[in-house]
């Protein structure tokens, strides 16, 4: 059983919790191979886990992950996988990049609103003075 590994090492590894594990378990992105109560996982599933930790980090939905790593095995296979992947990372740069834009719109509102502030606080400060 050499070529498996341990839920204990997977989460090691990767710094996840068994929960974490579990739960990607439960959404069918990973399928351990069971020994009566115990989990072993495939170099696959580390592979997968690894796709989905990136896929999290890039901001993809679970759901998005599990149909990029699916289309490795069906037609258009590779090709089409990371043709998919290439739109997934450009609509999300898309988005980010329109949050930042509305991030420095507010930014920019805030430092208007305080600068009135401060103005209204100077000018409410001469009259007390």
Known sequence: MAD??????????????????????????IKPVRRGRQRLYRPSDRTRLKLILRGKRLGLSLGEISEVIDMYRQPPGEAGQLAMLM?????????????????????????AVEESCRVRLTELGDLKG
Do not use: H, P
């Open 87 to 111: 739109e997934k990372i450009d609509a999300r740069r898309k988005d980010l990049r329109q949050k930042l834009v509305d991030i420095e719109e507010t930014i920019a509102e805030l430092d």
């Open 4 to 29: 498996y590994l341990t839920i204990t090492e997977l989460t090691n590894e990767f710094g996840l919790t068994t929960r974490t594990l579990r739960f990607y378990e439960d959404e069918g992105l």
